[in-house]
């Protein structure tokens, strides 16, 4: 029972982290496993499971809200129910994905549910917005996370407390051994899926040659993944140097003066603006509802810079009402610089100016800021992490924690202060391409990277041979020659590329939807594992 407690504990914790704070991203899989095997007392495990799936989900986030497979509870249950089953570590962790990948798959049903609650609440907040009640629009806004932590926590308790009896050992140890090689292989081809989405995200018609780096790199060079991640910095900076002609992002202007044209009044005190900003930081998206999506989390950041500057209640309830109003960005790169420029705008006394503003950059600072933080940044940190965890490192984890922890914290503090001095004059540094030509930097570094994790991490070898008849002296002599070694001769990891470059057709040309992909892939491992043809192999550096 402490146990199912402790396990429904973290993933509350973990789905409050992925809306909120981003203290360590325990929401991802990597860390959603490894802590769940902490848990469980079983720690490798947790390792192997975190890291296969985190490798499955790859560049699988929530844009906009869309609903995806819920990989950290899949983590977490398949950890949970594994350590209750019988056989090797190996085995355990096979039996792990196979519960882990469906319950995420069949729990991301739940993932509405809990978002159609909270646009139920929204116009709860409406109401206590028109009164100007502060405290009414608090209370709701942090009710709201409650239907996002009870779909993943009611499932995670019912499955810790099913693992805690002896019915998982029982049924595990019916499991045939070819369905756990297999699972076994399964999970070593998963992180295809994740490769293929990224690359199906990224510029590859672009780009696509900046992958023979990285896998040059690794298959020839033998360089571990930090010293190819390193070239890929070193070309990724030459890029940004040489090009420089990005489109501008454009504010309109508004018909009220700018601050740069008359001072702004010192109304908000260094108390007010850290309670705005640590209010973002800690809840930015714990209310996050389809119909108004981020604006209710804005609104509560924003409520104590508008009790300050607007003491007569209608100035106060217009404010309030002015940014509950439709919102919806990056909250880690974009959030927090409109946040600060919106402070800025309404301490100058130029409301209009701070909604145009808002409107004219949440869409465009959306584009560039999940890019290069989500589909960028993170793959490359929790890729990393996970081949470690792979190791059974615990390097992995804790190098992806420490990756979030430290810079998602500064960034996020540094934007908002930069903002609120520079005010509407941000527009012209956003018009300058500073931020695109960061992203376009961080795309170049991105496919060279990938292209040295691709062979390193989809670990497949066939294990068939041939019958290859010679004569020596005169004599017919029949050799057995494994196909593997006639295709490392061919090319070095031959088959983590085609393998990789199939789900990309399926995700790319095809347009299956991932979920379906991971299904074919898995499928396809169970049988060809089973049937001994193929085996996962280790990474060779």
Known sequence: MLVALALTLWAIYCTYDGLG??????????????????ITGHPLLGLLIGATLELAALGVYTYGGATIPDYQTGAIVGTALAAGATGNPAAQAAIGLGVGLPAAILLSALDPVGKMVTTALVHRADGHAADGNARGLAVIHWVSLLPWVAVRAVPTFLAALAASGGLVKDITASIPAGFVQGMTLAGSLLPAVGFALLLGMMELSRYWYLLLIGFVGFAYLHLPVLGIALIGVAVAMLFVTLKRDEPAIVVPESTEGSPEESPVDPRLTKQDLRRAFRRYFWSSQISWNYERMQALGFAYSMEPVLRRLYPEKADYVAGLQRHLQFFNTSVLIGGPLILGSSVALEEAGTPKSAASTKVALMGPLAGIGDTLVFALYNSIVFTMGASWALQGNWLGPAFAAVMVLVPYALVRRWQFGFAYREGKR???????????????????????????????????VTTLTYRQTTTVQGQPVTQAVAIQDRLDELLPFLLPVLVTAGVYLLTAKARLRPVWVIAVVVAAGVVLGWLGWFAPAPAKN
């Not at 704070?21 to 095997?37: E, K, M, T």
């Not at 961080?442 to 292209?451: D, I, N, S």
């Open 21 to 38: 704070p981003f203290l360590i991203y325990a929401q991802r899989p990597l860390i959603a496993g490894s802590v769940a095997g902490l």
């Open 426 to 460: 941000l527009a012209g540094h956003l018009a300058a391409g500073a931020l695109a030509r960061v992203a376009q930097g961080a795309t170049v570094l991105g496919f060279v990277v990938l292209g040295g994790f691709i062979p390193s991490i989809v670990k497949v």
